[in-house]
């Protein structure tokens, strides 16, 4: 069956970096564009960064830009969020999800950014 399963999150000082991975199974991973969404306490879930099935033409949140990036390794079935100078706004749990007709997401993983 499809499975998403994220991983990498943690607690962080402001300033640091994380890098989520998130692991595909049970679909065709390069035909899917991925992206990263996230959802923080009492808010709606937002898009943090989208990128195409060939890797190019990423696409960022401004909140994110200049900060974060995403990529993914098709070999592999994985994609990426590599995150620096992380801030407390950026708390919350992060969700990948695969697009093509139909849409798959992971459980999610919790990003804390505190010092």
């Known amino acids: 069956q499809v499975q998403l399963v994220e991983s990498g999150g943690g607690l962080v000082q402001p300033g640091g970096s994380l890098r989520l991975s998130c692991a595909a199974s049970?679909?065709?991973?390069?035909?899917?564009?991925m992206s990263w969404y996230r959802q923080a306490p009492g808010k709606e879930r937002e898009l943090v960064a989208i990128?195409?099935?060939?890797?190019?033409?990423?696409v960022y949140a401004d909140s994110v830009k200049g900060r974060f990036t995403i990529s993914r390794d098709n070999a592999k079935n994985t994609v990426y969020l590599q995150m620096n100078s992380l801030k407390p706004e950026d708390t919350a749990m992060y969700y990948c999800?695969?697009?093509?007709?139909?849409?798959?997401w992971g459980q999610g993983t919790q990003v804390t950014v505190s010092s």
């Open positions: 999800r695969a697009v093509r007709v139909y849409a798959y």
């Open positions: 990128i195409p099935t060939a890797g190019g033409g990423t």
């Open positions: 049970g679909f065709t991973f390069s035909n899917y564009a």
